[in-house]
Nanobody, 116 residues
């Protein structure tokens, strides 16, 4: 069974940086994509960033130029480097690994709070 463990969240001032990590355990035969969703209080969940097996990256417009998604195959880990954080980035961030177009595994979520 695949399990994803997230870390790296916390409290940071506006303009600061954080790096989220998501380590996968268990056997993964193939990966279509990995990425990060976030959900802020009172708002819908949104896809923040995604990286495909072809290393193609996608970002929601609000984080372009500030966030970078990357992966480490040796460690079976996906990262989200977040720079120039803004209060509107405050949310619970969830990582995921899609092993097929219809099956994905999710992390438990990590809290990110950005103060003004």
């Amino acid at each position: 069974q695949v399990q994803l463990v997230e870390s790296g969240g916390g409290l940071v001032q506006a303009g600061g940086s954080l790096r989220l990590s998501c380590a996968a355990s268990g056997r993964i035969f193939s990966t279509n994509a990995m990425g990060w969703y976030r959900q802020a209080p009172g708002k819908q969940r949104e896809l923040v960033a995604r990286i495909t097996s072809r290393s193609i990256t996608t970002y929601v417009d609000s984080v372009k130029g500030r966030f970078t998604i990357s992966g480490d195959d040796a460690k079976n880990t996906v990262y989200l480097q977040m720079n120039n954080l803004k209060p509107e980035d405050t949310a619970v961030y969830y990582c995921y690994v899609a092993v097929s177009p219809s099956l994905a595994y999710w992390g438990q979520g990590t809290h990110v709070t950005v103060s003004s």
